[in-house]
């Protein structure tokens, strides 16, 4: 059985990694100009296709911010110092993250830097989630940047997700959905969704996951966390 | 007085002819000076004026400009966000919210910094402009993001862009009031300052001249006095030498000469008596000795004398250069009123005409020669009497008026101008001319007009549009949920616009709903709205109603304005309407549904055939929803092949053979299994399909008749039914042509069966019709023959072969004696008129005996046999089936 399942994961595998590196040959081109194709998020495999490599580590996991509570505030007045002026976290999206967070314990998985956009919603994902972060202000949220702004933050983000993180580890990035959208013209749905990144030579990069909130606490209960790597 | 005659007597005669020219000089060359500094602060005035400051303006139009368009679009983006991805709705509001950065990031730079001269009202003005557009910036960013979380909350964050975009909107015009006001107020200004430099170089010029002249005088004075001083000294000597004589001459110089002579005469005649006197004159030579030492230094002052005047003589030469060189700058000076871009005119006290600048003739459009000698304001405006009257009298009284006038042009077209009116006043201080100094606002005004309209109406009539609709209605709603009042919408349709539209043009049809709008207009209360959505569709939104019937009495309102007929360019139109009417709050709680519903309601008018309105209900929105379904369904079973043709034979009751069949339409839906008739093809004949179908039905129903005659059953006859829809849509007779001879079944194996709704429409064309396709050779039958009016006049009237008496006759016949007289009746009735009867529905065998009693022609039912897919019906043909009809030959 677990023969016939390695046997399916590669096939599967295999085929839409070389897909996804021609798609985003054509994204990395055309972020640049900003005219984006259509997302291939269909395309990607989810979190068991590269659990393995996470577990040792060297990849980046961008993660959208957790649920936040959409109805209780206007988002015109966003003072990045105070928190009450910006749409937060909801009580589950704070449930969400610090299940994430429990997951990624139970899975061990490495993390190392946690870099966060200025935002409260991304700032309390992080804190809750992996216990840290670093803010880092070119993470700020596209949609309230002007356009050269917005071309420098996207350059950033491309070269952070092109940076191969501290050995044995994985990079945490929390941010926004527009900002992924610039950068690789991926659009994270809905909130609290990771795409997984394999940084590579000269500023380009490979997306190789999609993981849904949700997929993290499910692959934990049902791997026990004393489950050894096959 | 003292001191200033001492210092002048101290001076030499020379330098005392010098000191009046001198002093004239010093005077004339400041005079120029201070003249030259008034024209030039005058001209740089204009300079500001025109560039700085209209320059800023035009900024900030453009930029509202810009950012209106960016706004409209964004709106409709954001209401188009249940038809697109998120992502999809980000790529295109970011590349709206890029330019809106851009627009407010300019303005900034434009704006941002203090403008010279501004005061501290103006500057918070221009500050509030410049935070309302970054705090509009932000309200667009949150919209967007808001809708990028979640689309259902996008009208709500829309509407909070569109708040910050209305108070915008008010900054700016604030700002451009308060410009306006403000460049009011620099030119007057100016042209004040100016006045004040004229008066006082005035009064400097005349205070020196007066001074000048005094000076004059006290120098010729001194002069004189002097010279007189001398010649009494010689008419002295004289006398002491014996003689006496006296002086004549006009001046003192030729008085001194005269006296020289007389005084030579005099020591001529001492030269005689010298000879006699010889002796005593030792004593007198010394006194000649003086004497001629006198006469030396007189002719020295004479030769003096005449070179001073040569000087002074140079000294006017001087003076005329000057002047020249003032007269040059005069010329300038008019150069610039010549190409300055403002409009000059110069007038007397009366207002005619007596200079223009070119910008002035451009402006009215009329040539310098028409202008000179006009009136400058009675001649060119189009403002009223009052007003002119009021400018009169307010000019002549202070010298001075500002304000806004109507120019009108040489074409009789008017425009806006703001003018500055001032009297130029002699040296006495009366007002002499006036120069009036105007610009022309119309571009200042239109730009403001249009910014206006541009985002909320609609161009072609004027009305507001579906934004500002939807604005008002929204806020219609807030009032009417606090005070719990009622709101109705109307949706309105004109009935068969698109016919007027492609028979008479465009341009009839703009036209035509103008007229529509302005009487729609007309007939509402100052406080509803009408809007049109665009194409033939209008809105009404009546806040606070007490109860849905009011929204009723106005829809009654609406449609009786509308019944009268509309004169458009020679065309007389009648026109008619549906209108669908939905109420907050029991027909929807948000602007979309209301509309939603409106719009549903209107629809259900259409189908009550047009010139009515119909209120929404729940029922009406769950319908229109499942038609739609259905609607897009049964587009695409035709191209998928999914109807089908079942068969129910129909036995002749004289031999028990089957004699024919009847065609009907099955639809095998790929999810919902088989759909009977009854539920789609009424929605067919609304949209439309009823043709394409109808034609598929016939030609398959003739290609299987055809079939089955080549197999040897020879004597099957096709029956199809046809609708009225059907009939009157379309060119049955075309249809039914070709279709026979596609597939070559004789016209007499085909019988088409109509419903006596056919009957009821436009009879006489119905009637031209059947004869036709009697005239083909196909038989006509009256299917359900008893339900409807079953007026014994279509039997008589049209051409028909066959009537068939309904099922639910059928059912009753062996219960009731009543229907069962009826339908011996009917069948008496048609054998006397020579036709065929044909029971439906027979399903027990009493029936059957009923019609084989009553000389039934033939029966059709499940007593015989249930409609069968070709395969079974031509199984039933092959077996042979049939009904034994011993009973009638029994009986």
């Keep these: 059985m677990p023969l016939y399942r390695n046997w399916m994961q590669r096939s599967m595998v295999a085929p839409t990694v070389i897909a996804i590196f021609f798609t985003l040959g054509t994204i990395n081109a055309s972020a640049q100009t900003s005219a984006v194709t259509p997302s291939p998020e269909q395309r990607l495999p989810g979190l068991n296709a590269v659990l393995d490599q996470l577990q040792k580590g060297g990849l980046i996991i961008y993660f959208r911010h957790a649920m936040t509570d959409q109805n209780a505030i206007q988002d015109d007045d966003a003072d990045l110092a105070k928190c009450e002026t910006q749409r937060n976290l909801s009580a589950a999206g704070r449930e969400q993250a610090t299940q994430i967070g429990k997951a990624f314990q139970s899975l061990r998985i490495p993390v190392g830097t946690v870099t966060s956009s200025p935002f409260c919603r991304c700032k309390d994902t992080g804190q809750l989630a992996f216990g840290r972060y670093v803010v880092d202000n070119n993470l700020y949220f596209t949609i309230k940047a002007d356009a050269e702004q917005t071309k420098q933050f996207a350059a950033s983000l491309r070269k952070m997700l092109s940076t191969p993180p501290a050995a044995g580890t994985n990079a945490v990035i929390v941010s926004h959905s527009a900002n992924l959208r610039e950068a690789a013209g991926l659009w994270p749905k809905p909130e609290g969704t990771a795409y997984i990144f394999r940084p590579l030579a000269d500023g380009r990069f490979d997306a190789v996951a999609r993981v849904l909130p949700e997929d993290w606490i499910n692959m934990a209960n049902s791997k026990p966390s004393n489950t050894s790597r096959q | ?190 042209v004040r300052q100016g006045q004040a430099t004229a008066a006082v170089i005035t009064i400097a010029g005349a205070v020196g001249a007066v001074l000048l002249l005094g000076l004059s005088i006290i120098l010729s004075r001194f002069l004189s006095r002097s010279l007189e001083a001398q010649i009494a000294t010689l008419t002295d000597l004289g006398l002491q030498a014996g003689t006496s004589f006296s002086v004549h001459g006009n001046d003192e110089v030729e008085r001194i000469a005269n006296a020289t002579v007389l005084f030579k005469q005099s020591l001529l005649q001492l030269r005689d008596k010298e000879q006699a006197l010889a002796e005593l004159n030792k004593a007198l030579m010394l006194t000649m000795d003086d004497l001629q030492r006198a006469r030396n230094e007189l002719e020295y002052r004479v030769q003096e004398r005449t070179q001073e005047l040569q000087e002074a003589n140079d000294g006017f030469r001087v003076e005329i250069e000057l002047r020249k060189v003032a007269e040059r700058h005069v010329n300038i000076y008019a150069e610039i009123i010549r190409s300055t871009g403002e409009a000059v005119v110069i007038t007397d006290l009366r207002g005619k005409i007596i200079e223009v600048n070119p910008a002035y003739e451009k402006s009215v459009g009329r040539a310098h020669g028409d ?75 239109k730009s403001e007009e249009q910014l206006k309209r541009l985002a909320f109406y609609d161009s072609m009539t004027g009305l507001p549009n579906r934004a500002l609709f939807k604005d008002r209605l929204a806020g219609a709603l807030i009032i009417a949920q606090r005070q719990e009042t009622l709101v109705g919408v109307i949706y309105l349709d004109l009935d068969r616009f698109k016919v007027i539209n492609d028979s008479l043009g465009h341009p009839v049809g703009d036209a035509l709903l103008q007229a529509v709008a302005a009487k729609l207009k007309g007939a509402l209360r100052k406080s509803d709205t009408v809007a049109r959505l665009g194409g033939d569709e209008f809105v009404i939104m009546m806040p606070t109603i007490a109860r849905p019937e009011d929204a009723a009495t106005v829809a009654k309102t609406l449609l009786a304005a509308l019944s009268r007929p509309l004169q458009v360019e020679g065309n007389e139109f009648h026109v008619t309407a549906s209108l669908g009417i939905s109420v907050y709050p029991q027909d929807g709680d948000t602007h979309d549904i209301l509309l939603k519903n409106a719009d549903a309601a209107m629809y259900r008018a259409k189908e009550q055939g047009n010139n009515n309105f119909q209120f929404y209900t729940r029922q009406l929105g769950e319908d229109a929803q499942a038609r739609i379904t259905l609607e897009s369904a049964l587009h695409r079973a035709l191209e998928q092949r999914e109807f089908e043709l079942h068969y129910q034979p129909k036995v002749d009751l004289k031999t028990g053979q089957i004699s024919g069949v009847e065609a009907l339409i099955r639809w095998r ?165 020579n036709m065929r009867t044909v029971a439906e529905g027979v399903e027990t065998e009493g029936q059957l005996n009923f019609f084989l009693e009553n000389r039934c022609d033939a029966i059709q039912g499940y007593f015989f046999s249930r409609p069968l897919p070709t395969d079974g019906m031509t199984a039933l043909l092959r077996e042979g089936k049939c009904l034994s009809v011993t009973f009638a030959h029994s009986s």
């Excluded at chain 2, 960013?141 to 259902?152: E, K, R, Y």
């Excluded at chain 2, 059912?811 to 069948?827: C, E, G, Q």
């Design chain 2, 1 to 190: 007085m003292n001191r200033l005659t001492n210092f002048l007597g101290g001076l030499s005669l020379r330098r005392r002819l010098l000191v009046a020219p001198l002093l004239g000089l010093v005077l004339f060359i400041a005079l120029t000076a201070a003249f030259i500094y008034g024209s030039m602060r005058q001209n740089a005035l204009l300079q500001q004026v025109s560039e700085q400051d209209f320059a800023a303006y035009d900024q900030y139009a453009q930029t509202i400009g810009n950012l209106s368009e960016q706004h409209a679009a964004l709106y409709d983006l954001l209401q188009e966000t249940m038809k697109i991805d998120e992502e999809v709705l980000y790529d295109r509001a970011k590349a709206r919210l890029n330019k809106i950065h851009l627009a407010v990031n300019d303005l900034e730079k434009a704006a941002g910094s203090p403008v010279p001269g501004e005061n501290q009202d103006e500057a918070a003005l221009r500050n509030a402009f410049l935070a309302s557009t970054r705090a509009y910036r932000e309200a667009a960013s949150s919209a967007v993001a808001m809708a990028t979380v979640n689309i259902a909350l996008a009208p709500r964050h829309i509407m909070m862009a569109n708040k910050h975009f209305t108070t915008m909107i008010h900054a700016y015009r604030k700002l451009l009031d308060s410009g306006r006001e403000n460049i009011r107020n620099q030119i007057s200004s100016g």
């Design chain 2, 371 to 445: 202008l000179i000698g006009t009136s400058v304001y009675e001649n060119n405006s189009a403002d009223s009497e009052e007003f002119r009257r009021q400018l009169w009298q307010s000019l002549d009284a202070d010298g001075h008026w500002t304000g806004e006038i109507l120019t009108r042009r040489h074409d009789g077209e008017s425009f806006s101008s703001w003018v500055l009116i001032n009297a130029v006043r002699d040296e006495n201080g009366n007002p002499g001319h006036y120069v009036w100094v105007s610009r022309d606002m119309t571009e200042l005004k």
């Design chain 2, 669 to 833: 839906h790929p999810e919902r299994g088989m759909v009977p008739p009854d539920q789609f093809i009424r929605l067919a004949e609304e949209i439309g399909l009823i043709v394409p179908i109808g034609e598929w039905v016939l030609k398959t129903a003739c290609e299987q008749a055809k079939a089955w005659h080549a197999n040897g059953y020879s004597n099957i006859s096709m029956a199809v039914n046809l609708s009225a829809r059907q009939f009157r849509q379309h060119d049955i007779l075309g249809t039914v042509r070709r279709v026979l001879a596609d597939t070559g079944l004789p016209p007499e194996y085909l019988e088409l069966e109509l419903t006596e709704s056919v009957f009821m429409k436009d009879s006489d064309s119905v009637l031209e019709a059947l004869r036709q396709l009697k005239a083909l050779g196909v038989f006509l039958s009256l299917d359900d023959f008893g339900t409807g009016y079953s007026s014994l006049s279509y039997l008589r009237r049209f051409p028909i072969d066959v009537v068939k008496i309904d099922r639910s006759f059928t059912r009753d016949v062996t219960d009731s004696d009543d229907d069962a007289s009826l339908t011996k009746a009917i069948i008496a009735m048609a054998k006397s008129l």
